[in-house]
Structures are given as structure tokens and as C-alpha cells.
């Protein structure tokens, strides 16, 4: 821990975007600053807040002077040393932090989406102009994941991720398997309790997971991917009965994210996936995140927490202010591996991802359905392991022409991606399954 040195100037920060996250950072750097000072070797204070309504009340009182709505008042400072970018979405994002790096900022953001679509251009920007870019704040929230995988495991390869990386999601399926409440229920209550946007699309779509896996995978492999490549499916399609099933069945339902190497080749994916129970992601309830690692020299290791919320992500943007005054971040920053050229692997092909699968159809309860699906799925190489389907409710009308329908859930043996979305182009022809049907990966 660096020595406070008195004599030292104090470091200056601007916050650009004083929104949820940035007055919580605000209110930590003004009620710590002796805390802070210890840990970064100097005092740091907080010079300029960046705003888009001076008027609007925020619930916390700034030094006169230190609120502004022009970012220039941030880039053109030279006595501002540290830039703190909370800016959201890709543009105006991406120009604010490049004139920021020009101006020879160092800069602090939780911006995933920025890093994720425009990351390697960034990252080489800073490198040339030795400048440092941290990003802790941007996946997970209060874990210390990216110093996780970029410092405390630099001895290891990372031979897996499998991670819960959207606390909206978790907390829909949460609430869904323990109320008993349905999807539109659940999400309902996450945004009345603020876990939840207005517009949801991009948690439960698996979009925002999908873009912290990307940077985690970017440091952990040195592959870029992009999220096009990478298959994405959210919870939005599920059925409460789905989690009900899961649960009969000894599973949870948790949408996983996912980046492991097999064979040589990364396998990537994000989509809801049958979880055993007892097992530590199976645990991880409520809007919480949490992330397994293995590393090939420590082994598994586990880390969860919140991962977001204004305070826990004001954490990891504090701290990533703190090392990169003290300078730890510009003697990690430059070693990180963000991207190697060539990349080291390759990204499998989605057929080629192998795995058992959880199917539940909606069929029409009638004879030969179940041989008639148990045929095609075999001659696509898909081994049944168990089947469940409820008995369906006698009529009480004799020779009577009405046809009930009845889910029928099938858990296979390991098969590929590719067998299964062979195996569907002969099972839409089948008129007794009404669409859509659900297929989920089971864990392990």
C-alpha cells in the first residue's frame, strides 16, 4: 500500500455522467478522502461532474464550481488527471473517451458496451499514447473480476468461464421458481424494485451478458469475439412450467454465460441452461452475479457477489481510480493481453457444441407422437435419457373429437448442437407438436 506523501499535489478526477453510478462515486470520494488518500499515496479530489441538467437534484452537495454540462471543461484541464467515463451506449461514448485519451487522460469506465464494440481500437489508442484505460466496473459490478483474470491469475491459462453476469435475469428466474410467478409477474416486480429498466430488452434478451462475457473472454483467451458470433439466448421465451420441470427434474434454471476451450477451439454461448442443484451457481439467487473460473494451475475458484447497483459498482470505479493514481494501473495496464494478433483459438462452430439438452414440446395427446419424435431424434444420433409427460385430463364426453394438447419434456444424453438442429427440421413437419418448443443445455 503506497505511503500518503504529503507533499504531493492532490490527484484530480472528473466524473463525466453523474447519473445512479456517478453520484455514488461522488459520495464515496467525499466522505473517504482520508481512506483514499492512504490507499492511493495522495490525496484525490474531485475537480469537475459532467452533467446534462444543472437543475435536476441528485442528493448530494458538490463544491461550487465542480458542476458543469460541458465535457470540454473535463477534456481541455490539464490539471485534471483522471477522467471518469459513465457515459452510456456506444456514441457519443467512443468520442468522449478518445479526446479524453488525446487530452492525455487516464480514464475509469463501466462502459461494457463501448469496450465490447469498440474495444480494440481504444485499448491501442491508450497503449499509444501511454495513457491507461481501467474497466473494472464493467462486468460484475462489486466483484473484482477483470483484476481477477487480468492479475491474480496472470500464472494461469484460463481453460473456463462460466458465469452469471445478469443480476435482472437472476432475479426473474429467482423470483419465478419461488413465487410461482410468471415471467411478466417477475419482471414486473424487478422493475418496480429498480433491477429492471423500463425497456428490459437487453438483460433478459441476453444481450448485456453477452457483452460482459466478451471482455472477460477477451482478457482470459486474448480473442476478441464478436457478439454476432456468439450465440444468444435470453429468458424471455421461458414458461414457468419450464422451471418446473427443471426442478422435478433435480435442476435450477440459470442464465449461464459461458467461454471455455475444448479441443482447442473456444466455445462460446449465452442462454438459459438446467443447472444442478447444490452446486454453487445454483445457488446464486436473487439479483447477484457470480463467476467460476478455472484456471489450469490453481484450479477451480469461485467469486459472486452484487453486480450492480449504485454503491457496488462505485466500488470497482473508486478502486480503479485509486490504482490508477497510485500507478498500479499503468504497470498492469500495458501487460494485460486484450487482444493477441493472430488470436490464439478459434470460436467452435455452434454444431459442434456438445451437450445434454432439455426439449419440452406442446403435443397433441395421441398415439404415436412420442415414437414418432423418439424416431427422429435417433436417427439423428439424439439418445433420450428420461420423459416426463403429465397425464392429461380424461374428457367427459364419450367419442368426443376435441384434442387436448400436453408438454411433453424429453432430457437427452450428450449430443451436438448440430444433431439437434438437424433433428428439428424433420420435427416441425410433425402437425401433432404445436410451435414453438423450448431446448435448453443442462450444465456439467
Known sequence: MPDRNPSLPPARVGIIGLGTVGTGVARVLQQHPERLARRAG???????????????????????GVLTDQVDSVVNDPEIDVAVHLVGGVHPAREIMLA????????????????CECGDELFARARALG??????????GGIPIIATVGQCLAANQITSISAILNGTSNYILTQMARENWSYAQALRRAQDLGFAEEDPTLDVDGTDAAQKLIILTRLAFGVNARIENLHRQGIDRLDLSDLAYAAELGYTVKLLAVSRLVDGQLEMYVQPTLVRKQTPLAEIHGA????????DVVGQTWYSGPGAG??????AVVADIIDTVAGRT????????LWRDPPPYTLQ?????????????????QPHVLADIADILGRNNISIASVIQHEAPESNHAGSATVTTVPLVIMTHRTTEGNLQAAEVDLAKIPAISPPHVRMPVAG
Open 310 to 315: 449504485q454503491m457496488p459498482t462505485a466500488s
Open 349 to 365: 462452430p455452434r454444431e459442434k457444441i456438445v451437450g445434454r439438452f432439455y426439449l419440452r414440446f406442446q403435443v397433441q395427446d
Open 42 to 64: 495522495r490525496p484525490i479530489e474531485l475537480r469537475r461532474a459532467v452533467v446534462r441538467d444543472l437543475n435536476k437534484s441528485r442528493g448530494i452537495e458538490l463544491a461550487p
Open 131 to 140: 495513457r491507461t484505460i481501467a474497466f473494472e466496473a464493467a462486468v460484475a
Open 288 to 295: 447477484f452475479n457470480a463467476i467460476g473460473l478455472m484456471g
Open 100 to 115: 479524453l485519451l488525446e487530452a492525455g487522460k487516464d480514464v475509469v469506465t463501466a462502459n461494457k458496451a463501448l469496450l
Open 330 to 337: 499503468q504497470l498492469n495496464y500495458p501487460r494485460l493481453e
